[in-house]
C-alpha cells in the first residue's frame, strides 16, 4: 500500500475542505470524510482487503465527498474530477484513477 498517497490525499482534501468548505455543512466535511476513511480502513483490515485494494478503497473514501466544497447535486462527478486531477498529477496509474473514480461514483443516491 502506498502510504505516500495517501497522505497527500488526505492532506490535498482537508485544505480543500479548509479553504472552500461551507460552515453550514455539518456533514459534508473534513470531519466526516476522516470519519468514513477511518471506518473503511477498520473494515477493510478485518475482512483482510488486499493492501492494493484498501489503497484504492481508502482515496476514494477520501475524494467521496470533495465535490460538495463547488455543489450538492452532482458532487460525485466533481470529486471524480478533482480525484482524477489530483491523482494524474501525482502519477498515479490510470487503471487504479479508474477505479477510484467508480468507487465514488457508487456513492451516488446511496442513503
Known amino acids: ?6 497522505s497527500k490525499s488526505k492532506k490535498f482534501v482537508g485544505e ?12 459534508h ?3 466526516h470524510t476522516a470519519e468514513v476513511v477511518k471506518i473503511a480502513e477498520e473494515i477493510s483490515t478485518a475482512l483482510a482487503v488486499k493492501d492494493d ?3 484504492i478503497l481508502l482515496i476514494a473514501a477520501w475524494f467521496h465527498d470533495i ?3 463547488k ?4 458532487h460525485e462527478e466533481i470529486g471524480v474530477e478533482i480525484a482524477q486531477k489530483f491523482l ?4 498515479y496509474p490510470e487503471e487504479k484513477i479508474k477505479r477510484v473514480s467508480d468507487l465514488i461514483i457508487s456513492t451516488k443516491n446511496v442513503v
Open 53 to 55: 485494494e484498501r489503497e
Open 29 to 31: 466535511n473534513f470531519t
Open 67 to 69: 465535490g460538495y466544497t
Open 71 to 74: 455543489q450538492c447535486n452532482g
Open 1 to 6: 500500500m502506498n502510504n505516500t498517497i495517501l
Open 16 to 27: 480543500i475542505f479548509r479553504q472552500k468548505g461551507s460552515d453550514e455543512s455539518y456533514y
Open 88 to 91: 494524474r498529477e501525482n502519477e
